[in-house]
C-alpha cells in the first residue's frame, strides 16, 4: 500500500490538529458570521493584512461587488448575510479559503446553490484555487468534476467506478447512463 504523505511527512506522523491545519474548505453550507466582509474574510489567515484581503478578492472576482455596496469591505453582514445573494456568499468563502493558503481543499457541493451564471464564475475561480493543490470536490453537476484527475463515483456507499470523465465515458457504466439520461 502506498504511504499517504504531505510535504514529504507520512500523514501518520501528524496529530489530528495539525493535518486539519493543512485543509481548507468551501461548503455547501455557506458560513459567515455577523462583522465586517473584511472580518470574514480575514478569518481564512488571521495574520493577513488588509492588502492580502483586497487580493484575495479579487482572485476570488469578489472584489467588484464588494466594492460595490455602501460601506465596501467594512459592510457589516447582517445575521445568515442575508444583505447579499448566495453566490456572493459563496465568492467570500472563496476569498477566506484563497487566503488561508492551504495545501489541500475541501470543496463539498460548493456551486449546488447558485445558479448557472454564477457557477461559471466561481468554476473559473475554484480551477485556480484548486492548482497545485490536493482537492477533494464532492459534487453532483458535471461541470464541477469534469477536469478532475480522477472522479470517484459512489453508490448506496460504495465504489462504483473511478477515472477521468473521459474514461469513464468510455466506459458505458453507471457516470455514463447518469449523464446520458
Known amino acids: 500500500m502506498k504511504e499517504s504523505k504531505i510535504d514529504g511527512v507520512n500523514i501518520n506522523e501528524y496529530d489530528k490538529n495539525s493535518l486539519r491545519s493543512f485543509m481548507g474548505m468551501v461548503l ?25 484581503i483586497i487580493n484575495a478578492s479579487k482572485q476570488a472576482n469578489a472584489d ?23 453566490g456572493q456568499k459563496q465568492l467570500l468563502t472563496i476569498a ?6 492551504k495545501e489541500i481543499l475541501i470543496l463539498d457541493e460548493a456551486t449546488s446553490n447558485i445558479d448557472s451564471r454564477t457557477e461559471l464564475l466561481i468554476q473559473k475561480v475554484m480551477d485556480k484555487l484548486m492548482k497545485n493543490k490536493t482537492s477533494f470536490i464532492v459534487a453532483h453537476r458535471l461541470s464541477t468534476i469534469k477536469n478532475a ?33
Not at 458570521?33 to 480575514?42: A, G, L, P, V
Open 28 to 52: 455547501q453550507e455557506i458560513w459567515l458570521f455577523s462583522d465586517t466582509i473584511e472580518e470574514n474574510i480575514r478569518y481564512g489567515n488571521l495574520d493577513s493584512t488588509e492588502e492580502d
Open 64 to 86: 467588484y461587488f464588494i466594492k460595490q455596496l455602501p460601506e465596501g469591505y467594512q459592510t457589516i453582514l447582517e445575521e445568515d448575510a442575508d444583505n447579499i445573494s448566495q
Open 96 to 101: 477566506r479559503a484563497i487566503i488561508s493558503k
Open 149 to 181: 484527475d480522477k472522479i470517484i463515483v459512489l453508490g448506496k456507499g460504495r465504489l462504483i467506478e473511478q477515472g477521468t470523465h473521459d474514461e469513464l465515458m468510455a466506459q458505458k457504466g453507471y457516470y455514463y447512463n447518469i449523464l446520458k439520461n
